[in-house]
């Protein structure tokens, strides 16, 4: 990747960051973080770049950034594997001052939907719920045997 950088001329623009002590610091400088993987289960980076309020643009893998990001509005999503979608949405959001700061804003926001009090209000409605509905014992039903 960083000969690819170099042969395109973009080292003053394009940074491969490496392991850091301080990922906070970084995702505050970096103008939007990308999520190239093939696959994710619940992805933490995605959840960090929010909570910093750093754009995201992802590949729409069937699990996870879907499940964080709403196209548009606190993130971007493409079809994955699908480069030349990707360039164009990073080329997008780079040209455009007034996306990217929507995007910020909205990421920001959306951070607050990971919050510590907010996961723990959603588990215990699941725990409660779960108990009304008779779940509430070694006896409750199984995968196995429902």
Known sequence: ??????????????????????????????????????????????????????PVISYDLRYGPADI???????????????????????????DPALHQRLVDASALSAEDFTEPVFLRRWSTLFHELADAGWDGPDAPSRETS
């Open 69 to 95: 990001l709403t196209d548009g509005e606190n993130g971007c999503l493409v079809k994955y594997g699908d480069v030349k979608a990707m360039a164009a949405k990073i080329v997008e959001v780079m040209q």
């Open 1 to 54: 990747l960083q000969a690819q950088i170099e042969r395109l001329g973009v080292g003053d623009r394009v940074k491969l960051m490496g392991y850091t002590r301080d990922p906070a610091a970084a995702y505050q400088r970096a103008g939007m973080s990308l999520l190239t993987s093939r696959f994710e289960g619940a992805p933490l980076t995605l959840q960090e770049s929010l909570m910093h309020g750093c």
